[in-house]
């Protein structure tokens, strides 16, 4: 029988700090689960921000996560809510090795995060749940792990958002989480350029016995620095001005690596980014309504003119 799940996230946690090349197959085996478990556990670590990815192997892409000293308070609460989530706890064989863990990962904690601690909010689990369109998408991911390892290139058939249904031939360079959901980036054939695929828009993977030289060092670590989330793009600055509720909103978390902030007044600040690609950010910013005034770019200021235009004619209809 397999472990607990929440067990088991601490256990592929551990794995991948000590282990090098472990594919999906040889995490299932470690953990007495299916490669699909596991697939999902990736998911569940991911949208806990826990940076993983696939090149050869799942891989850590920081090794300053889950430290045995210094623990945040956001990696003190992780490991916390893990532990308490799992049933073992609830036992009489496990509930005093419980305690014991607890003491000794709390005596790890600096004076600061003690009294981040004190204001730890109520624990709530949350099951996250996998759509027909993921759960569709998992029988490509050992096809294409394979792929990345033995650097074979693979024939798709790949539905796009904006070119619909094509089929292309590809060389597959890492599998990594983003947005809610897998993708691998690599050489597109069709396009002669980098892409970054969806992985639950695979039709169809047909490996070829073409085998592949890298092009160039792409590597997870960097090939997304400066998107918004996926989309990649020529480098563009955008300053934004969001007031009442949005503004509020936007103080509350952090929404890039390379934002800044600057306070107006109570009621009013200028948000400024320089991001890869208008085309997310765009999205981004319409979420806010009213409250968010494009300073620049033109063509994204251009954007939102026209998209409020077609919005009154659509509409404005007797």
Not at 106 to 118: A, G, H, I, Q
Not at 223 to 251: D, M, N
Not at 254 to 268: C, F, G, L, S
Request: aromatic fraction near 12%; proline fraction near 3%; hydrophobic fraction near 35%.
């Amino acid at each position: 029988m397999g472990m607990n799940k929440y067990d088991r996230l601490l256990h592929i946690l551990n794995l991948l700090r000590t282990h090098k090349n472990l594919n999906a197959q040889r995490l299932a085996k470690e953990c007495g689960v299916t490669e699909r478990s596991i697939y999902r556990d990736i998911i569940s670590l991911s949208e806990m921000n826990v940076p993983i990815y696939y090149d050869r192997g799942y891989k850590l892409a920081s090794d300053n996560f889950l430290p045995p000293l210094n623990f945040t308070f956001e990696e003190y609460h992780l490991l916390k809510i893990a532990l308490e989530a799992s049933p073992l706890v609830k036992t009489n064989l496990y509930n005093e090795t419980y305690k014991s863990v607890m003491a000794k990962i709390e005596n790890c904690l600096s004076e600061r995060v003690m009294k981040e601690k004190k204001f730890t909010p109520e624990t709530t689990y949350v099951t996250i749940a996998v759509d027909d369109e993921q759960e569709k998408g998992e029988r490509f991911y050992s096809q294409i792990e394979k792929a990345i390892t033995t650097m074979t290139t693979l024939y798709l058939k790949y539905n796009s958002v904006k070119s619909g249904i094509t089929e292309r031939k590809v060389d597959p360079y890492f599998i990594i989480f983003r947005g809610h959901a897998f993708y691998f980036v690599g050489y597109c054939h069709l396009r002669d350029e980098f892409r970054t695929f969806r992985i639950n828009r695979v039709m169809e993977i047909i490996p070829t016995d073409e085998v592949f030289i890298k092009k160039e060092n792409i590597s997870p670590h960097t090939y997304f620095e400066g998107s918004w989330s996926v989309y990649s793009g020529s480098p563009v600055t955008v300053e934004v001005k969001f007031k009442g509720a949005a503004a509020k909103v936007i103080l509350s978390s952090r929404h890039h690596q390379d934002e800044k902030i600057e306070i107006i007044d109570d009621n009013t600040l200028k948000y400024s980014v320089v991001t890869r690609g208008i085309e997310e950010i765009q999205r981004w910013i319409v979420g806010f309504g009213a409250q968010a005034e494009v300073l620049v770019p033109q063509e994204l200021k251009d954007n939102l003119n026209n998209l409020g235009k077609y919005l009154c004619e659509q509409y404005n209809q007797d």
